[in-house]
């Protein structure tokens, strides 16, 4: 049982490049979300998706974009990274928007440099 | 702004009980959730209360009185194994979720 799977698990970024993290799950959840996750704050909402072909900005969406073209994928783009990017993201789903429990990715580890 | 506060760290004996106490200011309350994350793991549900009460599942128990203000996650008879990040989330009238920056339990022998 797969869950919820994160590529690439760590990545060191040169700034101004474009960057692509990808999510999978295979749980059929509807919702998904993309946190970032920084010493000493809390996990931060950055995009995220209700349904497959909708999705909405979180608390820290600026210099991120998504798209949900089908349930299972979820991807995370950074257009053109910069060094506050730096940070472990985490991918989550849940079968239901209004749902507390989330299950999560293992996280990329991301450096920009 | 909304705002979970939580103690960011705290140290118990193996074998002890700890209590994380979690205090919240939100718009609206539909939940309070306990995740647990290792260090450089991803965080994992552990409980939730959306109504008043005690939830126990084996050696944890999270509790909720909100005519009390007095929301809590206890672990008893610590093992080494439970040394991880506490983390209290809220969802709020909007459902969504607002996360607590954690709290760090390190379990000594």
């Known amino acids: 049982i797969a869950g919820i799977t994160q590529a690439p698990t760590s990545q060191i970024l040169a700034a101004g490049r474009r960057m692509t993290l990808r999510c999978t799950q295979d749980m059929r959840h509807n919702a998904m979300y993309w946190y970032r996750q920084d010493l000493g704050l809390g996990l931060r909402l950055i995009h995220y998706?209700?349904?497959?072909?909708?999705?909405g900005k979180g608390e820290v969406p600026d210099g991120y974009s998504v798209s949900r073209a089908n349930t299972d994928d979820f991807p995370l783009t950074l257009a053109s990274a910069v060094p506050s990017q730096t940070s472990v993201y985490f991918c989550?789903?849940?079968?239901?928007?209004?749902?507390?429990?989330?299950?999560f990715g293992e996280g990329s580890r991301l450096t920009v440099l | 702004g909304q705002n979970i506060d939580q103690p960011t760290e705290m140290t118990a004996t193996e074998g002890a009980i700890v209590q994380i106490n979690c205090t919240y200011q939100?718009?609206?309350?539909?939940?309070l959730f306990w995740y647990q994350q290792h260090a450089g793991e991803a965080p994992t549900f552990l409980s939730y209360n959306v109504l008043d009460g005690l939830e126990e599942k084996g050696r944890l128990s999270a509790f909720l009185s909100r005519s009390k203000g007095s929301r809590y996650l206890l672990l008893k008879e610590l093992q080494m194994k439970d040394s991880a990040s506490y983390l209290c989330a809220v969802v709020d009238s909007n459902y969504q979720l607002i996360w607590g920056a954690g709290t760090k339990l390190i379990i000594k022998p």
């Open positions: 939100t718009s609206g309350f539909n939940g």
């Open positions: 989550a789903s849940s079968p239901r928007t209004s749902s507390g429990e989330l299950f």
């Open positions: 998706s209700n349904t497959a072909g909708t999705t």
